[in-house]
């Protein structure tokens, strides 16, 4: 690898303009009229400027590595910028000041210069992004690469991003996209061919790969699969995230959601229990019920953290609001204790989404569809309901 | 550098109640106005609440992808976004003619332009024609031809109503059709008995609304005769009463459409370039090739 004549232009652009370079180790200034040259290996200083270009050729890999961050990427400060540096593990940069400006009363200390222990030097880094690095987010596989392709700068990098059930499997045998808008069509429908309302779902489809992509078009790829993602990790990475825990979301509702603030305590920690593990929703669920308030569910072991209650959460908390309102009663009914049994296997079957796995013939599963047939025949009356009587103590 | 964001309703429920938001995102994407175009929604992601920060640019233009001013535009739209200096006085508007307010976004240091419904903006007057022209497949349509612009009514929203009659009325100053009249799912004129109001043989008939969904495609076509079950489908032109309609389906699909998001945008400050007359040929050209009458159904009502 060797620094082109361009590149060496812009490097010494770069240092003039710019006031000096600090990119990854790499360190270049000018004093009265001489270059000083650092790296991790050592300083030299009183340098002119062929001096300066003899200095790099063993140490190119810095310089293209200086090229690809502050020429192609660019976009300090954004969260773009940060997450294809976690895609090489490359050390996050510090970003605290920006979140400075925007968020008030954060924690907003600058704590992240590298928030991630595995990070690598740039030759390290090199010999990595010559094989390829990999990344996994949500269900997305993400490669980053060096660009094979001696049109292209030499530290140009690209990205490939598929399906994690499909690290194993050759690329002739996959859908092959180039054009991020199509990971939005992808992301709408799981393999039983059902909408996907809620895109962090664990029910991402796989068959398919997206290869050669920029930086940019792998963060605008990631982001159609799971929006917004970026941005909020980004956030908590220069710990900044805004967290809007369940009582405040909850009373910010108008309209048929106004309601939902009166879900009782406990009933919300069912309903994370319900939604928001890492079985139903890959986002790492952030907010409690209020500050200080903690839910007893864990919140998961997502990359990406969940911010605030979503819109389903929303909607089907109005649901178990109005179900919640209603009194409860004690029931006298007939079952054997097979019977009673079977209906918890019933409805652990349901929430558990396994009843499509359930055997035809398995009529040894309490929730075989025969074996719910037979229970139905036998125990619901003549208006489709369990035969039961309400229990009155009075 | 500028934004343009998409704010829709989206669903929980039906997948293709996003398709238009998508559709028109896309043809403002392709004309390249924009540094950023995202699509936003109130059922799906990126939520309102989360669309602005995923943005890199200073400037963002947010345009609802609405039918009216009420409920969403004035009160669920600008708190989702932390608009946290919004009123609806600040739009000074009757009913339809808003156009935008510029407001910081709280959690982002952003300027927000916050532009009033697509749906009220006088450049709508042009895609109900351009949806009449389509659905007859007939450039020139109007003479000895009624149009029908149905709404869902005062129900839930008196400005609902509005936006139809202000769409109406400029439809009628063009001159252009023999009648146009003002139709609504709930309220007098009714839909239901939309051939006593025409005395044309041929009747188009356009429903203002966002997406296809139950109104749009069980509903008003069931309710006007065209068909007994919605299932079965429908002729375009149907047999009416003497009467011949034209129908089609929701407005909001039409490819023009992104027109009326540029113009709000652009309305509002944004640099847009030659961007309208690009998409005007394009449109222009797809709707040559393309003539799907289009019949998917939509969102969930009433949320």
């Known amino acids: ?394 | 550098m500028q934004a343009l964001v998409i704010a829709a309703h989206g669903s929980h429920l039906n997948p293709d109640a996003s398709n238009p938001t998508y559709a028109h995102a896309d043809t403002v994407r392709e004309t390249g106005a924009f540094d950023e175009v995202r699509e936003a929604f109130w059922k799906e992601e990126p939520h309102f609440r989360e669309v602005i920060r995923t943005l890199e640019s200073d400037e963002v233009f947010v345009v609802p992808l609405f039918i009216s001013e009420g409920y969403f535009t004035e009160q669920v739209i600008p708190r989702e976004l932390r608009l946290e200096e919004w009123d609806p006085d600040r739009w000074d508007s009757d009913g339809t003619d808003a156009s935008q307010a510029t407001l910081e976004a709280d959690d982002v240091g952003k300027t927000i332009h916050y532009c009033g419904p697509a749906g009220t903006h006088d450049a709508m007057t042009d895609v109900i024609v351009q949806r009449a022209e389509s659905v007859t497949e007939d450039p020139n349509v109007g003479e000895g031809v009624g149009l029908a612009v149905v709404g869902h009514g005062t129900e839930r929203n008196e400005n609902s109503a509005k936006a139809v009659e202000y769409h109406t009325d400029r439809i009628r100053e063009m001159d252009r059709f023999d009648e146009v009249e003002a139709l609504f799912m709930d309220e007098e004129p009714e839909v239901d008995d939309v051939t006593d109001f025409f005395e044309s043989e041929d009747i188009v008939v356009v429903p203002l609304f966002i997406a296809d969904g139950y109104h749009t495609q069980e509903d008003i076509p069931e309710d006007m005769g065209l068909t007994e079950d919605y299932r079965l489908g429908w002729d375009v032109p149907a047999d009416v009463d003497g009467h011949r309609i034209w129908y089609a389906g929701a407005v909001g699909t039409e490819g023009l459409m992104a027109d009326v998001l540029l113009e709000r945008a652009a309305d509002a400050g944004a640099d847009i370039g030659g961007a309208l007359e690009a998409v005007r040929d394009e449109v222009t050209l797809s709707s040559e090739t393309d003539r799907d009458a289009g019949s998917e159904p939509g969102a969930e009502a009433g949320d």
Not at chain 1, 10 to 35: K, P
Not at chain 1, 137 to 144: E, V
Not at chain 1, 149 to 160: F, I, L, S
Request: proline content about 3%; hydrophobic content about 35%; some cysteine.
């Open chain 1, 1 to 394: 690898m060797s620094v082109t004549a361009a590149e060496f232009q812009s490097l010494l652009d770069a240092v003039d303009t710019e006031s000096g370079i600090d990119c990854d180790g790499l360190r270049i200034s000018r004093e009265d009229g001489a270059y000083i040259l650092a790296t991790p290996d050592g300083v030299r200083t009183g340098l002119d400027e062929d001096d300066l270009e003899q200095a790099i050729e063993p140490i190119a890999e810095y310089v293209t590595n200086w090229h690809y961050w502050q020429q192609s990427v660019g976009g300090e400060g954004t969260a773009r910028r940060a997450f294809l540096r976690w895609c090489e593990r490359a050390p996050l940069e510090d970003g605290g000041t920006d979140a400075d400006d925007h968020v008030g009363g954060e924690d907003t200390d600058a704590r992240v210069t590298s928030a991630d222990d595995e990070s690598l030097a740039v030759p390290l880094r090199y010999d990595a992004l010559r094989d390829g690095v990999d990344r996994e987010w949500g269900q997305l596989c993400i490669t980053a690469r060096l660009v094979d392709d001696v049109d292209e700068p030499a530290g140009d990098r690209v990205y490939d991003c598929w399906h994690v059930d499909d690290a194993d499997t050759d690329l002739t045998d996959l859908e092959v996209y180039d054009d991020p808008l199509d990971a939005r069509e992808i992301a709408t429908y799981d393999e039983d061919g059902r909408y996907r309302p809620l895109k962090t779902a664990p029910t991402l489809v796989s068959g398919w790969a997206f290869t050669g992509l920029s930086g940019s078009e792998l963060v605008e790829t990631v982001e159609f699969f799971y929006p917004a993602t970026v941005a909020n990790w980004h956030r908590e990475q220069r710990g900044a995230l805004d967290i809007d825990h369940w009582l405040e979301t909850a009373e910010r509702q108008t309209g048929i959601y106004d309601v939902i603030d009166e879900l009782p305590r406990e009933a919300v920690d069912w309903m994370a229990e319900a939604c928001c593990v890492d079985s139903q929703c890959l986002r790492r669920r952030e907010w409690q019920y209020e500050e200080g308030d903690d839910l007893d569910v864990d919140g998961g072991d997502g990359t990406f953290p969940c911010r605030e209650p979503c819109s389903l959460v929303v909607a089907a908390a109005r649901k178990w609001t109005i179900l919640e309102s209603e009194q409860e009663h004690s029931y006298e009914l007939e079952l054997t204790t097979s019977e009673f049994n079977q209906l918890a296997e019933l409805i652990d079957a349901v929430a558990e989404g396994r009843t499509d796995e359930i055997r035809e013939a398995d009529v040894n599963d309490g929730a075989n569809r025969f074996r719910a047939r037979y229970l139905r025949a036998k125990r619901f009356d003549e208006e489709g309901s369990l035969e039961a009587r309400e229990r009155r103590d009075d």
